[in-house]
Structures are given as C-alpha cells and as structure tokens.
C-alpha cells in the first residue's frame, strides 16, 4: 500500500469518502476503485480492527437461512460464499460441519433431507470457477454411528444420526482485511487508519465531506467528497446523528472464545437450552467457539467484557458441548463486537436479519448514505449494491461489478515456496524450510518483499524469539507496505502472531524494539506500546 499521507487526501474531491474500514468500508472502497470512481477510506483505529476481527473466523453458505425460509439470503449467501473463494483462494479451506439430528418437528432428518435437497439445487453452481482444493461436496446425511463417532459428546438421548455440510474457514482474516486494503490502494482509492472522521463538511444544505483528525498527530484536515459512506459500524448511529439523520440504530453484543483446547478437523454445531446454535470450530488446531449474543440491547461502549459474561458463555457451551468441560483458565481470547440488532418478537433483541444500503437524500441529508452489514460473507455482495446506489446519486455510470472473480492482492495460489527460494538466491540468502513455510503460508506472493528485507539487516533474518518462526523482517515489512502504525496492528493482526492469543512477552518486547527502531519510537513509546498489546487480551 502507498504510505500514510492524510495530507494527500486534500489534493482533490473524492465521488465518495467512505468512513469505516471493516470488511464492508473496505469492501465498498475497492468497489467504487474497480469501477474507476475516486473514492477515500478513512477509519479512527485500524482496518478490519474491531467487529470483522471478532468473529468465528467462517464463510458461511446460508444454510440457516435456508432452514427459516429466507431463500433469497440462503442464495445470497451460496454465491458470496463463492466469490470468496475465487477471489481469496490462498486464505480459505473447505471446512466440514456436523450436528445431530432427533426426533423433533425442526430438527429430524426428513426436514434437514428436504433443506438440503433444495440446497444442493440453489448450490449446484457453488464450484464453478474455483480452485479444485477448495472444491464444496453437497451436504449429506449421516447414520446414528457415524454421527456418534465424528461428533464425540453430541446428546445420544433421542439422537436418529446426523446432518454434515461445508462451508469455508477464513485461515486469517486480518490478512484478508489486508488484501482487499491493498487491492482497493492498488486500483487508486486513497486509505488511511487512524483517522477520525469528526465534523460533516456541509455546502448549499447538502454533507460534502468530513473534517478528519490524525489520530497519531492530532492534526485536522478537511476531505471533500460528492457523497459520504457511512459505514462506520457499531458506530454507524453516532455518525447518522452527525448527518442529522435520526434513525434508530439497534446493536447487540456477540462474543467468541478462542481456547487451548485441541480440536479435530470437523466443526461441530449443537443447540443451547433455549434453541440458540453454537459452533464448535477447529482454528489453528484449537476449538473457537460461538457465537454468544447479548440477551439485551448495547450501546457501542459496552464493549468490555465482564467475568460473569465469560463464565456464562462458558457455561452455555458446555450446555451445548457435554464433552468439552471447559474452563475458564482455558480463554486464551475473548472476541467481541458490537454487531447490528433489531426488535424481534415481543421486542426481544435479534440479530438483525438482512444489510441496509440507506440513501440518507430523502432524511434531510444530501449527500450522505449508511452501509449496515449483517455477515462478513455478504460485504462484496452488499458494497457492489452500495456502490450502485451511490453511482445512481451521484448521476454517473459505472460498469457492473466483476470483483466476485478477480483476484484479491496477495491472495491467490501460486508456488510460493519457489518464489521465496528464488528471490533467496538472488539476495545471497538461504532459509531454513520452517522459515520458508511460515512466510508462504501468511503473506503468499509477499514473501519476496521480505526476503529482501532480510538480506538489508543480519538480525532481521533472526527469529523473534527462540524456538519461533516469526522473523524480524516481518516486522519492517508490515510497517513499510502495509500502514502498520502501532504494535497491535504488527502483533496480533498483520502478522497475526497474536490472533489466538497473547504470543509471550519475549516475542512482543522483540517485535517492539524493531519497530521501535523502524518508526523512531523513543523508550517510552516502545513500553506504552507493548503495554497496549498487553491490554489487549485482558477481558477478566
């Protein structure tokens, strides 16, 4: 990505400012970029930081969508599903799933053989221009011993055999948040994190911009812009009320708890007590569970989590998971996100059911629009009809959307390991395979730039720690290209050594004073850093 210069966003009025850089802000701003509009992206902390960090980590089908009637979200999400898949085949792998079936009007297999019937119909175009591994077989039902084996714990008590089906696990999704930030860069939008957009610009009654302040320098600069994308997430409400747009804006506190307990291949799924699903989902050889949601509404401050929230989410997936017997002491991370809410039956918080695309023209608010997503699958899909919907206001036209078959950056599969040795070579290096292997499997096509970081600096080449793969050129790599600006965002998201849990003191002091001396951080700096690394993962 080009380096962080707010300055550069006043050279010129943008068709569309996008605020918020989560999966959908993203997802917009590389939609608008593709079909050749200006367009910046500006987010207060840093990209996919918040909500599409904290989640199960899966791109689903729809397959619940199915079961409740919803065949056009179950459709949506079959084809974005597939998107996905060619668009970032280096980050995904087919992941099955597996619950048992009983003798119930909802849950016997005479309703799961219909539901995936229809599936296998609506998803029989679900390969198609795909990478052969990445490949979905058609759902399936299986027998009460088969059922029994692959799902140890799962209730034997009324149990007729099971239902298994696949969706895709997202490997890391910190680095897919990344591809599409440097795809959308790469296509000429204009991104920068830490970057506050505070006060809406307003000209002849219409919003036509945002004052924007450097959250690192505390300096302020106006961006103008045709139209303003809202899409802030669980701070969406405030920046509508900015807008003047006064619109309830519901939100719901959802958790996932990643754990030290080892995990087979198969993701499990089994009900709580009151009907709610949870998934038990294998991710770096560990069980993730979720997900839990808040029985109430939230605002976006109650984000932290209570000990009480943890032990009752603990307690659930137990009730869940009879065989887990999990405990506290084995939380390595507690996900959470504000995510979007709405009033269900007897004004019960649910999860709100379907994305809104808001065109704010007609609430007194020319000039302005709100992006609300639902599920991380959906943010191509919903940013392709968000960026129609703004071409149409602002009176321009635009080509249709090919982003669901064009290669994200960085995120296809090719013979990296050959790259990596290649470029070795022809820096005067050799690596040790497990160095090799970690470079390919995080950074793909990357690798090469760090290699050649490696051959600037002997220590560098080192591991951070000893025993451990992470290089130091790691490190300067993501600061340089990849807008790295704190050690959170080295650590836990873009070299995702800190995704599942806190990676030891020894390995965030390392990676500190490298930055540290890459960024011109002073003693102090590098101690408030590590400090917030350390913050990070205290929910208890």
């Known amino acids: 990505m080009r380096a962080r210069e707010l300055e550069a966003f006043t050279e010129t009025t943008y068709d569309i400012l996008v605020v918020g850089g989560g999966i959908y802000g993203l997802a917009i701003a590389l939609e608008a970029a593709r079909r050749r509009l200006r367009v910046a992206l500006v987010d207060a902390g840093d990209f996919g930081a918040a909500t599409s960090f904290n989640h199960q980590k899966t791109a689903h089908g729809g397959l619940r969508s199915l079961q409740?009637?919803?065949?056009?979200?179950?459709?949506?999400?079959?084809?974005?599903?597939?998107?996905?898949?060619?668009?970032?085949?280096?980050?995904?792998?087919?992941?099955?799933?597996?619950?048992?079936?009983?003798?119930?009007?909802?849950?016997?297999?005479?309703?799961?053989?219909?539901?995936?019937?229809?599936?296998?119909?609506?998803?029989?175009?679900?390969?198609?221009?795909?990478?052969?591994?990445?490949?979905?077989?058609?759902?399936?039902?299986?027998?009460?011993?088969?059922?029994?084996?692959?799902?140890?714990?799962?209730?034997?008590?009324?149990?007729?055999?099971?239902?298994?089906?696949?969706?895709?696990?997202?490997?890391?999704?910190?680095?897919?948040?990344?591809?599409?930030?440097?795809?959308?860069?790469?296509?000429?939008?204009?991104?920068?994190?830490?970057?506050?957009?505070?006060?809406?610009?307003?000209?002849?009654?219409?919003?036509?911009?945002?004052?924007?302040?450097?959250?690192?320098?505390?300096?302020?600069?106006d961006v103008h812009a045709r139209l303003t994308l809202n899409a802030a997430g669980a701070h969406a409400g405030e920046l509508m009320r900015r807008f003047g747009v006064s619109r309830e804006c519901l939100f719901v506190k959802a958790m996932n708890l990643v754990t030290s307990r080892r995990a087979s291949d198969i993701a499990l799924a089994a009900p709580t007590r009151d009907g709610r699903m949870l998934t038990l989902v294998p991710w770096r050889g560990r069980a993730l569970i979720g997900t839990s949601q808040s029985a109430g509404f939230k605002n976006p401050d109650d984000l932290p989590i209570s000990p009480a929230e943890v032990d009752a989410f603990i307690a659930e997936a137990n009730e869940a998971f009879p065989a887990l017997k999990l405990t506290r002491d084995e939380v390595l991370l507690v996900h959470r996100g504000i995510v979007p809410a709405e009033r269900g039956r007897g004004g019960r918080a649910d999860l709100l059911s379907a994305p809104r695309i808001l065109d704010h023209h007609g609430h007194g608010a020319p000039g302005a629009m709100t992006v609300i997503g639902v599920k991380y699958t959906t943010a191509r899909g919903v940013a392709a009809r968000a960026v129609n919907t703004a071409a149409r206001r602002l009176g321009v036209s635009v080509r249709a959307s090919a982003s669901d078959r064009e290669p994200l950056s960085g995120a296809g599969i090719a013979d990296h390991e050959a790259l990596a040795i290649e470029t070795a070579r022809a820096v005067g290096l050799e690596l040790a395979p497990p160095i090799i292997r970690r470079l390919t499997a995080v950074y793909g096509d990357r690798c090469a730039q760090i290699v050649r970081i490696m051959a600037e600096q002997s220590d560098w080449r080192m591991p951070l720690v000893s025993g451990q793969t992470a290089i130091g050129a790691e490190v300067v790599y993501v600061i340089r290209h990849e807008m790295a600006c704190t050690l959170a965002d080295i650590v836990i998201r873009r070299t995702e050594l800190g995704a599942g849990g806190h990676p030891g003191a020894g390995l965030v002091e390392s990676a500190a004073r490298i930055a540290g001396d890459e960024l011109g951080w002073d003693a102090d700096r590098r101690n408030q850093e590590i400090a917030a690394v350390d913050r990070f993962y205290q929910w208890a």
């Open 68 to 221: 409740s009637g919803r065949l056009d979200r179950a459709r949506e999400s079959i084809r974005e599903r597939r998107a996905l898949a060619r668009m970032a085949p280096r980050l995904l792998r087919p992941l099955p799933f597996i619950v048992g079936t009983y003798r119930s009007v909802i849950k016997n297999r005479l309703a799961l053989r219909v539901a995936f019937r229809i599936d296998r119909w609506m998803g029989r175009h679900r390969n198609d221009d795909v990478e052969p591994e990445l490949h979905l077989p058609p759902p399936r039902l299986t027998s009460r011993a088969a059922t029994l084996k692959l799902f140890p714990g799962v209730r034997a008590d009324g149990l007729t055999g099971g239902a298994m089906w696949y969706d895709y696990q997202i490997v890391e999704t910190s680095r897919l948040a990344t591809a599409f930030a440097e795809t959308a860069d790469a296509r000429g939008a204009r991104l920068a994190n830490y970057a506050e957009a505070t006060v809406p610009l307003r000209e002849s009654g219409a919003i036509s911009g945002m004052r924007i302040r450097d959250r690192l320098t505390g300096e302020e600069i």
